[in-house]
């Protein structure tokens, strides 16, 4: 149901922009949002995106992370601009209470 896909390895301070199509009708589906999980660590939210195009953002990537969503496409992106080694993980979208079966998401590497 959800594809995320753009991740790799990228040097501090560089860009990566992250992608997500989902089988669904995101309108219908309401707030998306990205998460991220490093080894060892719980899933996080990193970002969300209501219908009304709203962003909320954890405090660790406000500023550098933009969060967007093309309802036509059912997508959604998540563009990491100045990345740090501490934003290595695994990616993946889903609503922003995880109401779908979550994808293989799509690793970032952060070289320093």
């Known amino acids: 149901q959800i594809l995320e896909l753009g991740g790799g390895l990228v040097q501090a301070g560089g860009s990566l922009s992250l992608s997500c199509t989902v089988a669904?009708?995101?309108?219908?589906?309401?707030?998306m949002a990205w998460f991220r999980q490093a080894p060892g660590e719980q899933r996080e939210l990193v970002a969300s995106?209501?219908?009304?195009?709203?962003?909320d953002y954890a405090e660790s990537v406000k500023g550098r992370f933009t969060i967007s969503r093309d309802d036509t496409e059912n997508a959604v992106y998540l563009q990491m601009n100045s990345p740090v080694p501490e934003d290595t993980a695994v990616y993946y979208c889903?609503?922003?209470?995880?109401?779908?079966?979550w994808g293989q998401g799509t690793q970032v590497t952060v070289s320093s």
């Open positions: 669904r009708n995101i309108w219908r589906l309401g707030t």
């Open positions: 889903n609503t922003q209470h995880g109401a779908l079966i």
């Open positions: 995106i209501s219908n009304a195009k709203y962003t």
